[in-house]
């Protein structure tokens, strides 16, 4: 496997021809099997440069969780303006701590074997930084490993950064109790009288903002509330965090405060309490991405499945395919049929395990043995499926890069 560059800008962006881009990566995995993840480089590319940047000169920390194939984890990396990892386990943490030496776990965790192992080692403890929310956190860690008896553990409070309000209630995810300045205030000086712990970051992730398209296909009015929410949400947000983080560093010397996804950049970095970004599912571009209006990330990232049968003249079936986003049960969690052009899912058995009809004029000239390309919703959770992805480049396969799967590692 050959270091991946992603210094270069593509000249062009064929993605925008789908008619030219689709059967370029049908004839250049001609000879794989179905099912086949494919990886444009100069989309990847494109991608890669787009985040940077939207993010001006900040920082961005790579969200591991939105690619889980490590090569290109380490190629981002090697872009001047990415710094750090945020992973999403902490067994993930210590397997790229192998190779990388700056990872905050972006979820609290209770894996008594990685905390031992990290608190044991003071090169794991120096690289990995640990997610708290609570006293119960710090507990849990003593309970495993007390103070005395391993490394100084480095943590991350994290704020909750979601938006309260009376009309629409809780809107944003469910993550840290920490919601107002004094609450954060309160645990920062917790954290600082523990012994064996040290209190190096901030980090909170605004999900209603970053998470929910402002221009959903064929929904105007779900797309103009979900721009009210973001805007009120930005201002409401950016004002408490400031306040919270201005709290603790009156406790505590922080080395970083994290904020924002691939779809908040711009107005978490416009936050003057933020010093760096997370991002990760931009480099990829899942269809979620279809419906922002400010930005839109090339499809790099797809996947084919074969034709099994012809159900009907204008309905062929494939073999897989239901292989659907995390989130909120819905038909933009699906995959989406791209190539031939005019496919649909069928409304009573859309994605399923085993089999996926899809019907419509693109499906009149499927023949069995014939390919569909598809776009997942999310992004790294693609590489859940998969045990490798085809590096497509001129119009051949310049490499085969294995995901976390490929490599044996299933964290979650």
């Known amino acids: 496997m050959r270091e991946i560059d992603l210094s270069r800008r593509p000249d062009a962006a064929p993605w925008l021809t789908p008619e030219a881009y689709w059967p370029h990566l049908t004839a250049a995995t001609s000879e794989r099997d179905a099912p086949v993840a494919a990886l444009h480089l100069d989309a990847l590319r494109h991608n890669a440069h787009q985040l940077l940047a939207r993010a001006a000169g900040t920082p961005i920390r790579v969200a591991t969780k939105s690619i889980r194939v490590r090569s290109v984890i380490d190629a981002v990396l090697a872009l001047p303006g990415f710094r750090g990892v945020l992973a999403y386990t902490l067994a993930e943490s210590l397997w790229l701590a192998e190779t990388a030496d700056d990872i905050l776990v972006g979820y609290p965790t209770a894996d008594r074997s990685g905390i031992e192992r990290l608190g044991r080692s003071p090169e794991l403890a120096a690289r990995v930084t640990l997610m708290v929310d609570s006293i119960a956190h710090l507990d849990f860690i003593d309970s495993v490993l007390p103070a005395g008896s391993r490394a100084p553990i480095r943590v991350c409070l994290e704020l909750d950064s979601a938006w309260d309000v009376p009309v629409f209630g ?45 221009r959903p296909a064929g929904q105007p009015a779900r797309g103009a509330v979900n721009r009210f929410v973001r805007r009120r949400s930005i201002s409401e947000l950016a004002e408490r965090r400031g306040a919270a983080v201005a709290a603790v560093r009156r406790i505590a010397e922080l080395e970083f405060v994290n904020g924002g996804g691939t779809g908040s950049i711009e107005s978490t970095r416009a936050d003057a309490s933020v010093t760096e970004l997370a991002a990760g599912s931009g480099l990829f571009g899942g269809h979620l991405f279809d419906g922002y209006s400010s930005f839109q990330p090339a499809p790099a990232a797809a996947f084919a499945l074969s034709v099994v049968r012809k159900a009907a003249p204008d309905t062929a079936v494939l073999l897989g395919g239901g292989w659907i986003g995390s989130g909120p049960p819905g038909r933009d969690r699906l995959p989406l049929p791209v190539w031939p052009d005019g496919l649909r899912l069928l409304p009573l058995e859309m994605a399923g395990e085993v089999q996926t009809p899809v019907a419509g004029r693109g499906a009149e000239g499927l023949s069995v043995g014939d390919r569909v390309w598809l776009r997942h919703a999310k992004s790294g959770e693609l590489s859940e499926h998969v045990n490798e992805f085809a590096l497509v480049h001129d119009g051949r396969v310049v490499d085969v890069l294995p995901t976390y799967r490929g490599e044996g590692k299933a964290f979650l």
């Open 170 to 214: 809780h809107v944003g995810v469910r993550r840290s109790p920490v919601h107002t300045a004094e609450d954060a205030r309160a645990l920062a000086i917790a954290i600082v009288a523990r012994p064996g712990f040290r209190l190096v970051g901030m980090m909170g992730y605004e999900a209603q903002i970053a998470g929910i398209r402002d």
